[in-house]
């Protein structure tokens, strides 16, 4: 393989089968078989992001997709860098990043993926869910606690949530992924998997830098301190909802550079396999613009056209 980077070699990688079972000590936070350095890397994501722009504007003028993109991590995998540096070259007025959190009053007296409904990407448009309809069985896995503030019908106590309820959950979502994958709607998740190691020096970047602190909650040391758990809810999430309509990627997120280049780089060859071209122009159409062509072309100019 060259130092370029295939880009079929990434999606391979770090792609999660249906139903396989996954066990996050086996999967890479730091690829230490890199095929690129991180100068190499820079130039590839520069070119990518040129790549995203353009399939952009062919998925905004064939108006037949949509594209919602999944980030899911750990407190300082890098998720928020992701989005700044892979969609950059995204136009915004395309594009709409939703970043959920804890459910409103509103929000809850609803099914929990209301609210993931109605800010979903229309027809041309990408969606970028930073945080998602996953926290319901992320979060809530490991607070079941949470799972009382729904007032579901037979959920009275936490002792009601049991594996039966999380099997329920997880076909909900695969089946909500289905019916937005039959309508139209690419669906790319991403876990950017962090070692325990270099989240706490994140975190303690966080604490020493005053241009950082605000990223800071104490809350983070006590969700780090259920690391055990999380992992235990992220496999189980990962086995059950990785699907051939909406499957998962586990990308190592040591490396902030490479997490971006191999995101972008899965993004761009996906949307490939779409082959968007411009809608074809029917015959009144081509007419309209040979006539405008004409009348464009024999205006005469004066001086002062320049400044009207």
Same mark, same amino acid.
């Given at each position: 393989?060259?130092?370029?980077?295939?880009?079929?070699?990434?999606?391979?990688?770090?792609?999660?089968?249906?139903?396989?079972? &996954?066990?996050?000590k086996e999967w890479l936070t730091d690829d230490k078989d890199k095929t690129l350095n991180k100068d190499e890397g820079e130039d590839m994501l520069k070119k990518d992001v040129l790549k995203l722009s353009e399939i952009q504007e062919k998925l905004y003028a064939s108006n037949r997709y949509s594209v919602l993109i999944v980030f899911q991590a750990l407190?300082?995998?890098?998720?928020?860098?992701?989005?700044?540096?892979?969609?950059?070259?995204l136009n915004p007025q395309g594009v709409n990043v939703t970043s959920f959190k804890t459910p409103t009053h509103q929000e809850l007296e609803h099914d929990f993926l209301w609210r993931h409904y109605i800010v979903l990407p229309a027809r041309g448009m990408f969606g970028i869910f930073n945080r998602s309809h996953y926290e319901n069985v992320l979060v809530t896995r490991v607070h079941p606690e949470?799972? #009382?503030?729904?007032?579901?019908?037979?959920?009275?106590?936490?002792?009601?949530?049991?594996? &039966?309820?999380?099997?329920?959950?997880?076909?909900?979502?695969?089946?909500?992924?289905k019916t937005l994958n039959d309508n139209g709607t690419v669906i790319l998740k991403f876990f950017l998997h962090v070692s325990k190691k270099?989240?706490?020096?994140? #975190?303690?970047?966080? $604490?020493?830098?005053?241009?950082?602190?605000?990223?800071?909650? &104490?809350?983070?040391?006590?969700?780090?301190? #259920?690391?055990?758990?999380?992992?235990?809810?992220?496999?189980?999430?990962?086995?059950?909802?990785?699907?051939?309509?909406?499957?998962?990627f586990v990308v190592p997120a040591d490396d902030k550079w490479f997490?971006?280049?191999? $995101?972008?780089? $899965? &993004?761009?060859?996906?949307?490939?396999?779409?082959?968007?071209?411009?809608?074809?122009?029917?015959?009144q159409q081509k007419k309209d613009l040979e006539e405008a062509k004409k009348i464009l072309t024999g205006e005469s100019e004066s001086p002062g056209d320049s400044n009207e």
């Open positions: 393989m060259s130092n370029s980077g295939s880009i079929s070699y990434y999606a391979d990688k770090y792609k999660v089968e249906a139903g396989s079972e &996954i066990r996050l407190d300082a995998a890098g998720k928020d860098s992701v989005v700044k540096h892979v969609m950059s070259g949470y799972i #009382l503030n729904e007032n579901l019908p037979e959920i009275k106590t936490t002792k009601d949530i049991d594996n &039966i309820f999380w099997e329920k959950r997880f076909k909900q979502i695969n089946h909500f992924e270099v989240q706490k020096k994140r #975190l303690l970047e966080r $604490i020493n830098d005053p241009s950082k602190n605000w990223k800071f909650s &104490i809350g983070d040391l006590k969700e780090r301190s #259920l690391w055990k758990d999380y992992r235990k809810a992220f496999e189980d999430m990962l086995k059950n909802t990785s699907t051939s309509q909406a499957p998962w997490t971006r280049i191999v $995101i972008a780089n $899965i &993004i761009v060859n996906e949307l490939g396999k779409l082959d968007l071209s411009f809608p074809p122009l029917a015959d």
